[in-house]
């Protein structure tokens, strides 16, 4: 569960990123988050990742408290996490099926249940036959799913993924979101941030927009209406 109360955050520039934003997703929503560049929609994430503090206001994710949480904290937080990065960060000279199973080295999962459990993560975000494919050799919509898996792997309360569909054409871009739902469906929460307006609009989610750090609407069944 991630509760936001009227938390505001401020970089080191003095630029005031967030202010006094409120919003609450609970356990097995699938919540849009959209907005213009430069609204602060980035820093929502990573305050939710704690990458940054919030300088007023609670932010509670998972019950880890963002405001309060220790450097040695943040790993466990994240783990209750699977972010999905627009530009991957894949690792170039490992396979794709060691790019996912690495998530789960990382933990000290055991070989048995990295056995397990990456074919079905790959089989889930359809890229059974891909194993051995490194990054390079894969379209960008397949490095998109491989990322998509590895955030799934250890099995997150939370899925976030920051402009999935960035590079992607328009029936790959359908297909991520239906990727998304059925993740959804299993009982993953799914946070997505778009700028895509004909894919938020035909899926009829909850949207929160945000405008210039604060929280413009937030409407379940909603629509993109905010205008580039
Ligand atoms: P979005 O993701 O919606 O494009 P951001 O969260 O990246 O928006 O940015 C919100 C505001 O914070 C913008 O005014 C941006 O210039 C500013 N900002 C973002 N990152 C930094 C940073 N590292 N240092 C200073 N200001 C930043
Ligand atoms: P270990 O568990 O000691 O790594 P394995 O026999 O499971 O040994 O695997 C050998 C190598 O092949 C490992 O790097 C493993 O991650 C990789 N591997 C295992 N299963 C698959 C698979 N289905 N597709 C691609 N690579 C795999």
Known sequence: M??????????????????????????????????????????????LTAEVRPVEGRVLVNNFNIGKIKKREIPYLRRTLGVVYQDFRLIENKTVYENVAFAMRAIGASGKAIKNRVPYVL??????????????????????????????????????????????DPERSLELMVLFEKINELGT????????????????????????????????????????
């Not at 590895?150 to 402009?163: G, K, Q, S």
């Not at 997505?192 to 937030?218: C, P, W, Y």
């Open 189 to 228: 929460t799914v946070l997505i941030v778009t700028h895509a307006k004909e894919l938020v609009d035909q899926f009829g989610k909850r949207v929160i927009m945000i405008n210039k750090g604060e929280v413009a609407s937030d409407q379940t069944g909603g629509y993109y209406t905010y205008e580039e």
């Open 2 to 47: 991630i509760s936001v109360k009227e938390a505001s955050m401020v970089y080191d520039n003095g630029c005031r990123a967030l202010n006094k934003v409120t919003f609450r997703i609970e356990e097995g929503e699938f919540v849009f988050l959209v907005g213009a560049s430069g609204s602060g929609k980035s820093t929502i994430i990573k305050m």
């Open 123 to 168: 089989e889930l975000v359809g890229l059974i036959g891909k194993e051995d494919c490194r990054p390079v050799e894969l379209s960008g919509g397949e490095q998109q799913r491989v990322a998509i898996a590895r955030a799934l792997v250890n099995n997150p309360r939370v899925i976030i993924a920051d402009e999935p569909t960035g590079n992607l």
